[in-house]
């Protein structure tokens, strides 16, 4: 992967330490992404967060940048955060988790749009407006593109774009990704530039060279 600016981060992985749908360890997971060039990972799991101190390890070992995040099972539907502090279960319900996302600064994303999640009901246009600082516009599991409906879905609603490859196996790591305008090496980083939508979705499913830029 030849790149010059920027930063290309995975931002929706799962693994077997702490989600249960996950066939990959975390460090499966940060290796293949270290492997195949990638500046960084987050670590999305299911209703759970990574302690500070077990990523910051993961990050040393690994010499990559490792991520903490979660993938909330809401009322509304999929929902990744980033830099919420712990998890609760209050969070589940959106109106607790948009008052601790904004009381603590962290960027909501909702994700994968494009699929019935079942659960009570999904957000209006406006209220994914309102309530989300991105959509992920292009997951690892759905045909979705970079110029596709949610793309231009994200730009009518004046939010940010990203890309995750919703990875729970090892092959699946990478598949999509999130390019950053600038260099990603801390989490704070990471949350400020997602709320400033200085991001786009890379389909790297799309090329075979693995040469982006």
């Known amino acids: 992967m030849v790149q010059k600016i920027g930063s290309i981060i995975?931002?929706?992985?799962?693994?077997?330490d702490k989600s249960l749908d996950s066939g990959v360890s975390a460090i499966e997971m940060i290796s293949k992404a270290k492997e195949i060039g990638l500046n960084g990972i987050c670590?999305?799991?299911?209703?759970?967060?990574?302690?500070?101190?077990?990523?910051?390890?993961?990050?040393?070992?690994?010499?990559?940048?490792?991520?903490?995040?979660?993938e909330l099972g809401t009322n509304v539907g999929h929902i990744l955060a980033y830099g919420i502090e712990s998890y609760r279960p209050q969070i589940l319900m959106i109106d607790e988790l948009l008052r601790v996302a904004e009381e603590e600064g962290a960027a909501l994303v909702l994700a994968h749009p494009m699929?019935?999640?079942?659960?009570?009901?999904?957000?209006?246009?406006?209220?994914?407006?309102?309530?989300?600082?991105?959509?992920?516009?292009?997951n690892g599991d759905h045909a979705d593109s970079t110029d596709g409906y949610y793309v231009r879905l994200a730009?009518?609603?004046?939010?940010?774009?990203?890309?995750?490859?919703?990875?729970?196996?090892?092959?699946?790591?990478?598949?999509?990704?999130?390019?950053?305008?600038?260099?990603?090496?801390?989490?704070?980083t990471l949350v400020s530039e997602l709320l400033r939508h200085n991001v786009r979705p890379l389909d790297l499913r799309e090329s075979s060279s693995g040469n982006f830029f």
């Not at 995975?10 to 077997?16: F, G, I, N, P």
């Not at 670590?43 to 979660?70: C, P, R, Y």
């Open 10 to 16: 995975e931002m929706h992985a799962h693994t077997s």
């Open 43 to 70: 670590l999305t799991e299911h209703n759970a967060l990574w302690d500070s101190e077990d990523i910051s390890e993961l990050s040393e070992k690994f010499e990559i940048n490792v991520f903490q995040g979660m």
């Open 115 to 138: 699929r019935s999640t079942g659960s009570d009901r999904r957000p209006s246009m406006v209220e994914m407006g309102q309530w989300f600082d991105a959509l992920e516009v292009v």
């Open 155 to 188: 730009e009518q609603l004046n939010v940010g774009a990203i890309g995750g490859s919703d990875a729970h196996s090892l092959q699946a790591v990478g598949r999509v990704a999130t390019f950053f305008d600038h260099t990603i090496n801390n989490l704070g």
